[in-house]
């Protein structure tokens, strides 16, 4: 886990404060990124799991994936690769993700899915493929964040992490207390804290909860549960 981000020249941008070349030729102030506290949790898990395959829905400017394609060249697990779902990167980030990440030349470990995750996700179910980590920071609707969900579960292997960015907004709280609620058999919650704040970890967990005020969302899936038409839903 970086402790110096500094010796992560690929990650100085997003975390010192710099700057991105769009297509354009213009230079970009990257923002609305993942925060540095997630960028080391993320670090941490990415760790202990040791994925191989890796997913994100929302690339922008690219923190998060450049983190991800960077753990995996340095971790040096054959195969590894890191799948980015954005169909807005040309449109509306000037591909300042993909440019920053040829230019550290990590390009090779990413796959960009220039669609919605709606039609990327499922497709990617029915191809069979799965994943050791996911990472969702795509559209904060409640109805995309409960789709991206419903689909990661399926895509998300026994042992990964399923993590939620912004989740103190209004939309994506309610689809955690959906799986707190109804899914609580396939999946164990991780503070956060435990790594950025370790000594009061239990509590600013609990406060942060309480008042809505956290950031990132951890689930570990411990199993594979079977739903049916019948299965009670348990209100959230």
């Known amino acids: 886990m970086p402790h ?11 975390i010192e404060g710099g700057t ?8 970009e102030v990257p923002h609305s990124t993942s925060t540095p506290n997630n960028l080391t949790v993320l670090a941490h898990w990415h760790e202990i799991i040791r994925p191989q395959r ?9 923190a998060s994936a450049t983190l991800f394609c960077e753990l995996h060249q340095r971790a040096g697990i054959s195969g590894s690769e890191h799948h980015a779902v954005d169909p807005f990167q040309q449109k509306l980030w000037k591909n300042c993700a993909l440019r920053h990440l040829e230019a550290h030349g990590l390009s090779s470990c990413l796959t960009h899915h220039d ?33 991206d969900f419903s689909f990661a579960h ?10 939620f960015d912004d989740s103190s907004h209004p939309h994506v709280r309610k ?30 967990h609990l406060a942060a909860r309480l008042l809505g005020r956290q950031q990132l969302t951890l689930f570990r899936k411990t199993a594979h549960i079977q739903r049916t038409w019948m299965t009670p839903l348990r209100d959230f």
């Open 175 to 204: 689809v955690l207390r959906f799986i707190r609620r109804n899914f609580h058999t396939a999946y164990q919650e991780h503070s956060p804290y435990q790594v950025t704040r370790p000594r009061h970890a239990r509590l600013t």
């Open 4 to 14: 110096d981000w500094q010796s992560w020249p690929s990650m100085v941008p997003f």
């Open 20 to 27: 991105l070349t769009g297509d354009d030729g213009g230079v």
């Open 54 to 62: 890796t997913l994100e829905t929302g690339l922008a400017f690219g």
């Open 115 to 147: 669609g919605l995750s709606a039609q990327v996700l499922p497709r990617l179910w029915q191809q069979g493929l799965g994943f050791d980590m996911i990472y969702l920071d795509g559209s904060h609707l409640f109805e995309d964040v409960f789709l």
């Open 154 to 163: 399926h895509l998300l292997e026994v042992g990964g992490l399923l993590a």
